[in-house]
């Protein structure tokens, strides 16, 4: 099976800055596009940003000039650098990515475990 572990969260005041790491591992065959979604306590998840396999990206028009995807192929890991965090950009962040196994024909999407975010006043 794959699995999607996202790390980096935590603590920061506003203002401050944070990278989110997000790794792809198992029997994978190719990865497609790769994104980053976030979830407040009672809201809905939200896109944040997305990239593909060549490098293409598209962002939330609320973390636009301040938050850049970007993502390694060869380790299978996508990278969010969040700068001039704000109080609503408190969530849990959500790594995911469109996975084609060895034994499937097309992609699948799957999801990691999500990363605390806490941003302070």
């Known amino acids: 099976q794959v699995q999607l572990v996202e790390s980096g969260g935590g603590l920061v005041q506003a203002g401050g800055s944070l990278r989110l790491s997000c790794v792809a591992s198992?029997?994978?065959?190719?990865?497609?596009?790769m994104g980053w979604y976030r979830q407040a306590t009672g809201k809905q998840r939200e896109l944040v940003g997305s990239?593909?396999?060549?490098?293409?990206?598209n962002y939330a028009d609320s973390v636009k000039g301040r938050f850049i995807i970007s993502r390694d192929n060869a380790k299978n890991t996508v990278y969010l650098q969040m700068n001039s965090l704000k109080p609503e950009d408190a969530a849990v962040y959500y790594c995911n990515a469109d996975v084609r196994t060895h034994w499937n024909s097309r992609y699948t999407t799957y999801w990691g475990q999500g990363t605390q975010v806490t941003v302070s006043s």
């Open positions: 990239i593909t396999s060549g490098g293409s990206t």
């Open positions: 198992g029997i994978i065959s190719s990865i497609n596009a």
